[in-house]
């Protein structure tokens, strides 16, 4: 059965490779999966037929058969269920492979991904100062904390895992930024990851969509 991703027609992220199908993208090229991906605008995004997968109007999507999933660290862990490579087989290390993609998700990400928003849309707002303050003494806790863990360690348990894979694509947000940079073992863990083949090929084929639409 074919993959389909569904992924943006013309990227807000400047072909940076930090639109949420990378995720996705990255994952089906550590396994070894084809996929096809089908491109959609901002108003087709919103349009019954995509909200039929997508309810909420976003990207990416991802249908296999009858199967169809949003939201990109639930398919990341389908993806790597399914197929070898991003999850250990002992019981254990999977269970904590598992919890790094929570943890990339729900802890590290929020506050990286309202900061640029917050320059973005609010910069003119009377509190802009003190939110973003807020949000970077958040995002520094956060690394801090990370930091601590990962130590000279390759990864952050033991082998690459799809957990990795989910707080390399969190942590990208930041790249050319103090707030990574203070973290130079961080930084480095970023580029190991950046660095993997899969990555690549997911990243130049991102990159070709934003390439294509900016010729266009």
Same mark, same amino acid.
Do not use: C
């Given at each position: 059965?074919?993959?389909?991703?569904?992924?943006?027609?013309?990227?807000?992220?400047?072909?940076?490779?930090?639109?949420?199908?990378?995720?996705?993208?990255?994952?089906?090229?550590?396994?070894?999966? *084809?996929?096809?991906?089908? #491109?959609?605008?901002?108003?087709?995004?919103?349009?019954?037929?995509?909200?039929?997968?997508?309810? =909420?109007?976003?990207? *990416?999507?991802?249908?296999?058969?009858?199967?169809?999933?949003?939201?990109?660290?639930?398919?990341?862990?389908?993806?790597?269920?399914?197929?070898?490579? #991003?999850?250990?087989?002992?019981?254990?290390?999977?269970?904590?492979?598992?919890?790094?993609?929570?943890?990339?998700?729900?802890?590290?990400?929020?506050?990286?991904?309202?900061? *640029?928003? $917050?320059?973005?849309?609010?910069?003119?707002?009377?509190?802009?100062?003190?939110?973003?303050?807020?949000?970077?003494?958040?995002?520094?806790?956060?690394?801090?904390?990370?930091?601590?863990?990962?130590?000279?360690?390759?990864?952050?348990?033991?082998?690459?895992?799809?957990?990795? #894979? #989910?707080?390399?694509?969190?942590?990208?947000? $930041?790249?050319?930024?103090? $707030?990574?940079?203070?973290?130079?073992?961080?930084?480095?863990?970023?580029?190991?990851?950046?660095?993997?083949?899969?990555?690549?090929?997911?990243?130049?084929?991102?990159?070709?969509? =934003?390439?294509?639409?900016?010729?266009?």
């Amino acid at each position: 059965m074919t993959i389909t991703i569904t992924a943006f027609e013309n990227s807000p992220d400047g072909g940076r490779g930090l639109a949420r199908d990378m995720r996705v993208r990255w994952a089906l090229e550590e396994v070894g999966q *084809p996929y096809e991906v089908r #491109l959609l605008s901002f108003a087709a995004m919103k349009r019954d037929a995509h909200r039929a997968l997508q309810p =909420f109007g976003q990207i *990416p999507t991802y249908q296999e058969g009858d199967l169809v999933l949003f939201e990109s660290g639930a398919i990341v862990l389908a993806i790597a269920e399914r197929h070898s490579g #991003l999850l250990p087989g002992d019981a254990n290390a999977r269970a904590r492979a598992i919890m790094w993609m929570f943890a990339a998700l729900d802890t590290v990400e929020p506050p990286i991904f309202d900061h *640029p928003l $917050l320059k973005i849309l609010d910069r003119d707002k009377p509190w802009y100062g003190h939110r973003l303050q807020s949000l970077e003494a958040s995002i520094r806790d956060r690394l801090a904390d990370l930091s601590r863990h990962l130590g000279d360690a390759d990864w952050l348990d033991g082998a690459f895992s799809a957990g990795d #894979l #989910l707080m390399v694509t969190v942590l990208r947000r $930041l790249n050319g930024l103090d $707030l990574l940079e203070a973290h130079p073992n961080l930084a480095a863990y970023v580029a190991r990851g950046e660095a993997r083949p899969a990555f690549q090929r997911a990243y130049d084929a991102q990159r070709a969509v =934003f390439a294509a639409a900016s010729s266009g």
